[in-house]
């Protein structure tokens, strides 16, 4: 009697799936999660993500409803499709969480951060610093002879390449909001 010739994975004409169903590629997800307003809450949403090695790229936490004693708390991580999952699980299981929503596998959504930059420099640097804050919308806020200090609003992405682009011109401090995101539509 011969082997059985068996090969690892499946084919269109195989019951079984035995290739590995998990991906090893990290992906960035925004994460609203609606909580009760209480002390202890964001400490253990947190506790979730460095009990368990997870990295937290963004914090935003805020009251959502006075009344109703809510707050939003929205997270930026990064993990492979796998962990994200477990993430979102393990949040749902928070006794104080109510809603957890990720905005980016759910649709369109809005995501907005606030920046304020300190910027140190004289004469053309200065000129150029206020040209580049020109294109990028951002305000001044406060002024000196030897620095401005620029607010921006917008995407992370927009916020870092306007950080690029003033490093050269004596970028000193960075201060950021954290992402506030919102789906689309009804």
Do not use: C, W
């Not at 307003?37 to 506790?47: F, S, T, Y």
Request: aromatic share 4%; net charge negative.
């Amino acid at each position: 009697m011969s082997a059985l010739n068996i090969k690892k994975g499946s084919s269109k004409h195989s019951a079984y799936n035995l290739r590995p169903s998990f991906s090893d590629v990290t992906e960035t997800h925004t994460i609203a999660v609606l909580v009760e307003n209480e002390p202890g809450v964001l400490a253990r949403v947190i506790g979730l993500f460095s009990g368990r090695g997870y990295n937290i790229d963004s914090l935003t936490v805020a009251e959502v409803d006075h009344e109703g004693h809510l707050s939003r708390i929205t997270i930026v991580t990064s993990g492979t499709p796998q962990v994200i999952e477990q993430i979102k699980a393990q949040l749902g299981r928070i006794v104080s969480v109510h809603d957890v929503h990720d905005l980016t596998v759910e649709g369109g959504s809005v995501e907005r951060e606030l920046a304020l930059f300190k910027v140190k420099g004289g004469g053309e640097k200065r000129v150029e610093a206020l040209r580049l804050a020109d294109i990028f919308r951002a305000n001044v806020v406060d002024s000196t002879l030897e620095s401005f200090v620029f607010q921006l609003t917008g995407t992370p992405d927009k916020i870092d390449a306007f950080a690029d682009l003033m490093r050269p011109l004596g970028l000193m401090e960075v201060a950021r909001t954290g992402v506030a995101a919102l789906s689309r539509g009804a």
